[in-house]
């Protein structure tokens, strides 16, 4: 059953150095109190909200469980899959609709076969490879781009004034007071 947690392990949160990916759901419900919510109860719990469904160190069975998943919650329109290209590769021969945010680690761009195969909708950059010059150029060849993991204030300006479509951070608190002072600024 797929579950959500950022960590592979259960240790930094609840102090068990054990793998999530080697424990059943019932083991994970035991050693964190509940802590860890089922991906179905996510998605019902976000209600008509859009989600991200990162997936890295995904297999080809977590991924067609997920997207399972994603499917039976009546999700797909709303839900996009982020990973490396191998896992996006396994997202798009499970989905062929499903829309997905490439992770592109390089500032050399895909190569057309691999564009594709997976049919990214989105490109996702680490926040530090982002500039205008390769916002523009995915925007002409038809990608949104986002951004991971801006969490300064600083940075996300710098992401915002060179044009990406979408920005990850851990800091939702500061990015949304820069959106709504940005649209301040652009309403007077």
């Known amino acids: 059953m797929p579950v959500l947690l950022h960590d592979a392990t259960l240790d930094r949160l609840w102090g068990h150095d054990l793998r999530l990916d080697r424990l059943t759901h019932q083991e994970v419900t035991e050693l964190t109190a509940g802590g860890v919510p089922t991906l179905r109860a ?36 709303r839900a996009y899959y982020c990973a490396g290209p191998e896992a996006m590769l396994r997202v798009r021969s499970a989905d062929p609709s499903a829309e997905i945010a490439m992770t592109w680690t390089t500032l050399v761009p895909p190569r057309a076969a691999l564009l594709a195969a997976v049919r990214p909708r989105w490109l996702n950059y680490r926040f530090g490879l982002v500039s205008r010059e390769l916002t523009d150029r995915n925007h002409r060849d038809g990608l949104l781009v986002s951004a991971w993991t801006a969490d300064t ?6 992401l915002i004034r060179q044009g990406v479509d979408s920005i990850t951070t851990n800091r939702i ?6 959106i709504l002072n940005s649209a301040d600024t652009q309403a007077s």
């Open 42 to 77: 996510a998605l019902l719990a976000v209600g008509a909200h859009r989600v991200m469904i990162d997936l890295p160190g995904s297999t080809d069975e977590s991924v067609r469980r997920t997207v399972g998943v994603v499917r039976e919650c009546g999700a797909g329109a």
């Open 153 to 158: 204030g600083r940075t996300m300006r710098r």
């Open 173 to 178: 608190d500061v990015l949304h007071t820069l």
